[in-house]
């Protein structure tokens, strides 16, 4: 399998997991130092939001949490709660855009994963659809958004394809354009789809908690 060495380096980490909601939040804690955050969605087993942590630099102090996935402006935490054993690294994630938003109309890209697709959206794009071009690199192993009118330009790296061994396809590419949004949606390979299967059932034997303030909620709800 390609993407044994991915899960290779999941079955390494700390992981320690809780349930807030309707949602699985996981955190890995690695040897090389790295953490990565998750949150899944109970009903649908799909990944909602990832976030990345490099090892701490003692010298200028903390480093920041850096989002591959996320498509609301929302923290990515652990609902107040440090998990089991996590210590102070483990305070809120900030969360939510793939971007960092620098004003009301700048273009902002954000990203989702749902079963069959990745879907990333690019919001504050007036243009009309024939001003885009959009294509698979597979030399720089990502999606590039161009305008005819030069007035934006992305390189959008596809993670999930990379640690499956798998180069972006022109074919699997599919692009709409509504309500001032761009929508670019990738089918995903059957490979990435077993690899996702697998992480599940990594996950599945890792010990969880609930979250006691959400518990208390649904108690009292009844």
């Known amino acids: 399998m390609s993407y044994q060495n991915w899960l290779n380096y999941l079955q390494s980490a700390e992981k320690n997991s809780m ?6 939040k996981v955190l890995y804690k690695f040897p090389d130092g790295r953490q990565m955050a ?3 969605n109970m009903d649908t087993g799909i990944v909602q939001r990832r976030a990345w942590k490099s090892k701490s630099n003692k010298i200028m102090g903390e480093s920041d949490w850096e989002i591959e996935l996320g498509e609301e402006p929302r923290q990515l ?5 440090k998990p089991p054993g996590s210590g102070e690294e483990a ?6 855009d793939f971007t960092l ?7 902002l890209l954000t990203k989702r994963i ?3 697709n990745i879907e990333w959206r690019i919001r504050n794009m007036p243009y009309s659809l024939d001003t885009y071009n959009v294509s698979a690199d597979p030399e720089k192993r990502a999606i590039i958004v161009r305008t005819s009118n030069k007035k934006y330009y992305k390189v959008i790296p596809v993670p ?24 670019i949606t990738y089918q995903k390979p059957a490979i990435l789809c077993e690899m996702e299967a697998q992480v599940l059932l990594l996950l599945k034997n890792v010990e969880t908690e609930t979250d006691m303030d959400d518990l208390l909620k649904g108690l009292m709800a009844k």
Request: with cysteine; net charge neutral; proline share 4%.
């Open 114 to 116: 749902t079963k069959k």
């Open 77 to 81: 935490n652990w609902s107040g709660n």
């Open 160 to 183: 999930e394809l990379d640690r499956c061994g798998v180069k972006p396809t022109q074919e699997s590419l599919s692009v709409h354009h509504q309500f001032n949004t761009l929508i």
């Open 38 to 40: 998750e949150e899944y």
């Open 19 to 24: 349930i807030s909601g309707r949602a699985r």
């Open 101 to 107: 938003r620098e004003s009301n109309t700048a273009p």
């Open 91 to 96: 305070d809120s994630l900030a969360g939510g």
